[in-house]
Structure formats: structure tokens, C-alpha cells
């Protein structure tokens, strides 16, 4: 039997961790006997079709109608078409033409961007929200964030696509002051339509999965009825596992950052953390992941520069990024926004290494205070500085944590409950 597995981005332009997700599952569910294809937007015109890690891929132009994937999906015929994403290339338009043309149709949340026009589920940028979509509060937080200097999570909403129907973003980078004041204006309304769109898509998708908790509450807030609703947490792929070799160097912790270099992703709220500590204060901390937006590499690298303890390096190959990690003491990761994994940190443990991580959202859902991991104050230097003060006057407290960490949840399990549930709720070929 034949399944589809959308999402927003995919390989080789992006790998990301949704990316990542949907390629680990797509290999898994071949190995439990379903034909699995990929289909994704691609900026530019015209259609292609390559394989990418056993799997044929097809990618359609992001700005065209949802013609281009429903004439696809019509040769195909699969009995399965999973959406991963809800983005401007892969959003109501597409779902509701795939649902509409009879094919059975699943939903997964991997972001909070389906909610929050903001794009980080802090509420004034500061404390978590509960994600449902009230126009006239999301709108006014929204307005605050694009007040709020320094504040790039907004802007990293834009290319997110924060409007399900794939219409216009709010106040669009290079709009003049007009057109981003009728957008705003606009912003309720469109909210309103969002929610709309949200409860049509819960009522008429065959099941809705979320992959952490607060993805869940935030579902149901919105309108997803409980029996329709699947929570079915990310897993690790391939290449991670513990080799059992020593981490620790003349007793000097190494930690590592493994993520997209952004500030929503706290990056340099951890260089702030370490060049916070006193110099006799000993560790080294490396930084790797794919660079964002210029201005904020380019600050990253000033807070960088001048302290030995910290170290930023090229992203990795895909394949070496298990070595990498095994060779450190701990991870850790610093996001200043609502995770809903993230899937560094199965990583993480499957290669062996303890967490240290902001305290909300899915990080706060996986790691265990004192038994796996160490949770600090989201956003706050100071928190984070405490704990690494705590970790280079005492480093074998990592090795202790690292014995904590159990089990590790993989790709192969989430496989299997797609599987269970696709065939549980029914399967047919239109």
C-alpha cells in the first residue's frame, strides 16, 4: 500500500527538524512494508522528482495552486496522504483539495506556527501561551512583538507562512508602512478565518497527531475533539548510539549547541552565559548548526570572539554528527521559544549525553531535573550561568546524569504507531 508523507521544506534545501522526522519515518514505514513517497514545495517554477535516502521525492512550485500536488496525487492513489506542515506552499488550500478529491487524510503538528502568529508561543515574548487562536489577544501580541526591538522570532514567522490559507503574511519584510498597516488591520479577520479553517481541517482529517503535550492542549483549545487527537512523540534516527567511551578531559566539561543558529533557538544566550563566568571557570563550548538571518551571525560571532571557552564551527554532514556528540559531555539547548521536542535531545541521549535545557515546553516534557538533565530559567543568562558555574566546579555531576538516561525512543516506535493507526481507522484508495 502506497503513502504520502507533505511537509513545508525537505532534503536537500533544508534539514531541519521536521525534515529529519519525516525522512526517519518515511525509511521506518518502508521497512513495515508501505510504498512511501515525499512530496514538498520548492521555490521556483516547474516539477521535479528525485530519490533522496531510498525514498522518491516529488516537489511542486510553493506558489502555484494545489493543483499541481492533487494531479500527482490522482496518479499515485495513495491509501495515505499525512500532512506534516501547514505553511504558505503546503497549507488549507492543499489539505482541503486532497480531503475534498476523497483521499483518507491525517494531520501532524511539528510547529507552532499553525497558532501563533508571533511564531514562538510566548505570550508578550515572555511566558508560554496556551496557543488558541483569539483574534483580537493574538493580534495585539503580535503588534507587540513587531514593537519590540530585537525580536527576530517575529520575523521568522514570515517564512513560516502564519496564515493557513498561504495568503499574506503580517507586515511582510519590504511591504511599505500602507500596505503593512492594512495587513494589521487585516489581522483579526484573518485570525478568525484561521480558527475556521483549523476546526474544518481537526472535523475532516481521519486523525490529528500531536508530538508533545503542549502541542495537545493547544489542539484541543482550538477544537480538536479528544477522539480524533494522537499524541505520538518525535524519536531518534539512525547513527546516535552510545559507543560507551569516555567523554571527560582532564576534567574539563565540553558541552556542545546542535540547532539552527537563530535567537529564538537561544544560541547566544548561551555565549552570553559562558562569557558571564569567571575565567578560571574552565570548559569549552562548541556551537554548531546552520546560520539564519546575517545580523544575528554576525553578533553571535562578537560574543564569540575573544573567549577560548567558546568555539563556533561549521555545520556538520548528517552522518557526522553522531561522532561529534559522542565525543562531548552534555548538550545543551538554550531555546528562548516552545520546543515541541526537540529531536537534538533524543539525540543527545542516544549518543549518551546528559541535557541541559531551557525549562518550557517539550524540553521541560522530556528532561528530567537532576535524573537526565538540568533545566534552567528559559531566557535567563544568569539561570544558565548558574548551572554551568555548578557543572566546571564538580564535572563528574555530568557523568552521574548521564547514567540516568534511560531508554531512548525511536524512529522505529513512531513507524509503528503511524502504521497502527492508519490501519486501525481504515484504509481505502479512492
Not at 54 to 62: K, Q, T
Not at 111 to 138: H, I, K, N, Y
Amino acid at each position: 500500500m502506497k503513502i504520502i508523507l507533505t511537509v513545508g521544506w525537505y532534503f536537500p534545501e533544508q534539514c531541519g527538524g521536521s525534515e529529519v522526522y519525516v525522512a526517519g519515518l518515511a525509511r521506518e514505514l518502508k521497512k513495515l512494508g508501505w510504498q512511501v513517497l515525499v512530496a514538498a514545495p520548492q521555490d521556483g517554477e516547474g516539477e521535479r522528482t528525485y530519490v533522496h535516502d531510498g525514498i522518491e521525492v516529488y516537489r511542486y512550485p510553493a506558489r502555484a495552486s494545489a493543483e499541481p500536488l492533487l494531479n500527482w496525487l490522482r496518479q499515485q492513489r495513495p491509501a495515505v496522504a499525512h500532512f506534516h506542515s501547514l505553511t504558505g506552499g503546503l497549507g488549507y488550500r492543499h489539505w482541503r483539495a486532497v480531503q475534498q478529491a476523497g483521499f483518507p487524510v491525517y494531520l501532524t503538528f511539528h510547529m507552532p506556527t499553525a497558532f501563533c502568529c508571533r511564531g514562538s508561543m510566548l505570550r508578550w515574548g515572555q511566558r508560554p501561551c496556551d496557543g488558541e487562536v483569539r483574534p483580537w489577544r493574538c493580534t495585539a501580541c503580535y503588534i507587540h512583538s513587531r514593537l519590540c526591538a530585537g525580536d527576530s522570532v517575529a520575523d521568522s514567522a514570515h517564512s513560516s507562512g502564519v496564515l493557513l490559507g498561504g495568503g499574506a503574511c503580517p507586515a511582510q519584510p519590504g511591504a511599505n508602512a500602507i500596505s503593512r498597516l492594512k495587513t494589521l488591520i487585516g489581522l483579526p479577520a484573518a485570525l478568525r478565518q484561521r480558527r475556521a479553517q483549523l476546526q474544518e481541517m481537526f472535523s475532516r482529517s481521519r486523525r490529528v497527531v500531536a508530538v508533545c503535550e503542549w502541542i495537545r492542549k493547544a489542539l484541543l483549545d482550538n477544537g480538536c475533539s479528544a477522539e480524533k487527537l494522537v499524541l505520538s512523540r518525535q524519536g531518534v534516527t539512525e547513527g546516535f548510539a552510545d559507543t560507551g567511551a569516555e567523554k571527560t578531559d582532564a576534567g574539563i566539561p565540553r558541552l556542545g549547541y546542535l540547532g539552527r543558529l537563530d535567537w529564538g533557538k537561544g544560541d547566544g544566550l548561551l555565549a552570553e552565559a559562558v562569557r558571564s563566568l569567571p575565567s578560571d571557570c574552565r570548559m569549552q563550548v562548541e556551537l554548531r548548526g546552520i546560520p539564519g538571518d546575517a545580523p544575528h551571525l554576525q553578533q553571535l560571532e562578537k560574543l564569540v570572539q575573544g573567549d577560548g571557552r567558546l568555539r563556533l564551527l561549521p555545520p556538520l554532514p548528517t552522518a557526522e554528527v553522531g561522532t561529534w556528540l559522542r565525543s562531548l559531555d552534555a548538550l545543551v539547548v538554550p531555546s528562548r521559544v516552545m520546543e515541541t521536542g526537540p529531536l537534538v535531545i533524543y539525540e543527545a541521549w542516544a549518543a549518551g549525553l546528559p541535557v541541559i535545557g531551557a525549562g518550557h515546553g517539550g524540553i521541560a516534557e522530556l528532561v528530567q531535573e537532576g535524573v537526565n538533565g538540568l533545566l534552567f530559567v528559559p531566557g535567563s543568562v544568569s539561570s544558565l550561568a548558574k548551572i554551568l558555574r555548578q557543572v566546571c566546579a564538580d564535572p563528574s555531576r555530568l557523568a552521574s546524569l548521564r547514567k540516568g538516561i534511560g531508554p531512548v525512543r525511536d524512529m522505529r516506535e513512531v513507524a509503528e504507531e503511524m502504521d497502527e493507526i492508519y490501519r486501525r481507522v481504515g484504509i481505502d484508495v479512492p
